[in-house]
C-alpha cells in the first residue's frame, strides 16, 4: 500500500463516519473542497465510486460501506497498539548502569532500589563496585555515585546523601597492647590495613586528615592490603590492624564496641554522596525515577 493511499483511506473513513465532508474536514484542519479531491483522487485509483454524494447528504456506496467495514477496524486497531506504545515509553523500563564505591551501594543506592523494584519490574540495575574516578561515558554508564568534592565539573550532579565523615578504627583486641594514636603521625607506630585503589597506577590510599586548618595526608604501613572497604572492616574486627572506613561504614560496629574509634578531632565533614551523570543525558523515565528517588531531603 502506498503512503498517499493510507492518508486517503483515512480520509474517506472520517467522511463515511461523519457523513459529512464538512465535519470531517474541520477534524482534518483542511478545506472541505480539499478533502473532497482526495476522495475522488482515491475513488480514480480504485476505479469504484465510494460515496454517493447529494446536497443534503453523504452516504456510502455499497463498495464504499464494504470497505468501511473492513479497513475501519484495522485502523482502529492501529491506533489502540500506537497509543499502548506510547504508555510504554512513558513507564518506566530499561537498564540502567551505575558505578559506585561499595559503601554507597549499600548505604544510598540499596535503599533506593528497595523502594523502585518491587513496584516496577521492568527496571534493571547494574551496579560496578569501583574505588576509581571511572570515566562514565567512555564506560558506557548512566551514571556514578562518588562523594561531590570528585565530581567533574561538566557532569550533572544530584545530592543524594549528608555530609561524611572518615573514621579511623581499631578492635579492642588490637589496642590491647598498643597505645592509642592521638595524632595522625603516631600511626606510623601501627599496623594499618592499606586500601589500594585502581587509579593513579594502582597506588595505596593515603589517609586525609585535617585540623584547625591543617591538613595532612599520611601513608600508613601494615600486613595487609585490600581493594574493597568490606574487607577492611572485617580485618578490623579481626584485630588485624587500624581500618579508615566511612563513619556510616563502622558507626554500629563502634556503638556496639566491637570497633574503637580514634583521631575522631582529625575527621571533618566532606560533601557527601552525589550522583553524577553526563549533561547532554537525555533521562529515560526509569532513570529519572532512580534519580527523584535518590535525590537527599534534609530533613
Known amino acids: ?35 473532497s479531491q ?56 530499561g537498564t540502567i548502569r ?60 544530584v545530592r543524594v546523601g549528608p555530609d561524611l565523615r572518615m573514621a579511623v578504627v581499631g578492635s579492642p583486641s588490637y589496642f590491647a597492647e598498643r597505645k592509642r594514636p592521638k595524632t595522625p603521625q603516631d600511626l606510623t607506630n601501627h599496623n594499618c590495613l592499606n586500601l589500594r585503589l585502581p587509579t593513579h597506577g594502582g597506588s595505596l590510599y593515603a589517609w586525609e586528615f585535617e585540623k584547625d586548618g591543617r591538613e595532612l595526608n599520611v601513608r600508613v604501613e601494615g600486613q595487609l592490603v585490600f581493594n574493597s572497604a568490606s574487607l577492611l572492616l572485617e580485618g578490623a574486627l579481626k584485630g588485624f590492624g587500624l581500618a579508615y572506613l566511612t563513619e556510616g561504614h563502622v558507626q554500629p560496629y563502634v556503638s556496639r564496641g566491637e570497633l574503637v574509634r580514634v583521631l575522631s578531632d582529625w575527621c571533618p565533614p566532606f560533601s557527601g554522596y552525589h550522583l553524577y551523570y553526563p549533561s547532554r543525558r537525555q533521562p529515560s523515565p526509569a532513570f529519572a525515577l532512580l534519580v527523584d528517588t535518590l535525590r537527599y531531603r534534609r530533613r
Open 98 to 157: 551505575i558505578t559506585a564505591t561499595e559503601y554507597a551501594v549499600q548505604a544510598i543506592l540499596m535503599p533506593a532500589l528497595s523502594r523502585i523494584l518491587p513496584k516496577y519490574p521492568d527496571i534493571n540495575v547494574e551496579t560496578l563496585i569501583d574505588y576509581g574516578l571511572t570515566n562514565i561515558v567512555a564506560a558506557q554508564y548512566d551514571a556514578g555515585i562518588r562523594p561531590g568534592e570528585l565530581v567533574a565539573k561538566d557532569m550533572i550532579a
Open 38 to 93: 482526495i476522495i475522488r483522487n482515491l475513488e480514480e485509483r480504485l476505479g469504484v465510486r465510494l460515496l454517493n454524494r447529494t446536497t443534503r447528504s453523504v452516504t456510502p456506496t455499497q463498495a464504499g460501506e464494504r470497505l468501511f467495514q473492513k479497513i475501519g477496524p484495522k485502523f482502529a486497531d492501529i491506533d489502540v497498539e500506537l497509543a499502548a506504545l506510547g504508555e510504554l515509553r512513558e513507564k518506566p523500563a
Open 1 to 35: 500500500m502506498q503512503r498517499e493511499d493510507a492518508s486517503d483511506l483515512l480520509a474517506f473513513l472520517a467522511v463515511a463516519r461523519e457523513r459529512s465532508f464538512t465535519r470531517a474536514a474541520a477534524k482534518f484542519g483542511m478545506t472541505q473542497s480539499a478533502l
